[in-house]
């Protein structure tokens, strides 16, 4: 998961940048407007910060919520044209990557549940096989 932070850190401070214009000498980039640029780039660094926390639950619905907003940037055309494809493969490649594995709070619960069940099974096995005249349901009234 720390390599999946760093590339998310490093697609924003990406974001920023194209947002931003940069200061190189070259030929115009296409780059974002700057709003758009922020707000994927505030969104990126929330999904890195909860990925960090191992929240991974709440990292894919951020992640999915950013690959909604990227989406709805470049069908809106605030995108331009040469970042669309680009832009819309990281957002996706994102949200194929995190899987939620929600946090286990305590196994004793479960095994407990296991375990009652058991003893029902055992309990009709004894008292539900026609010995008592019942169904198997506590014998009758």
């Known amino acids: 998961m720390r390599s999946l932070s760093v590339w998310l850190t490093a697609c924003s401070c990406a974001l920023v940048l194209a947002g931003c214009g940069g200061q190189a000498k070259t030929a115009a980039q296409p780059k974002l407007p700057r709003a758009l640029a922020r707000q994927l780039a ?12 191992n929240q991974s639950c709440t990292a894919l619905a951020q992640a ?6 990227t989406i709805a940037a470049i069908n809106a055309h605030r995108v331009p044209a040469a970042l669309q494809k680009q832009l819309r ?24 549940r296991g375990s009652d069940n058991a003893k029902r ?21």
């Open 89 to 112: 493969s990281a957002a996706t490649d994102l949200v194929r990557r995190i899987r939620c594995t929600p946090p286990t709070s305590s196994p004793a619960p479960e095994s407990m």
């Open 64 to 69: 999915q919520a950013l690959q909604q907003a």
């Open 121 to 141: 099974e055992k309990h009709k096995k004894h008292h539900g096989d026609g010995k008592h005249g019942g169904d198997g349901e506590g014998g009758g009234d």
């Open 42 to 53: 505030t969104q990126s660094t929330a999904v890195a910060s909860s990925l960090a926390a």
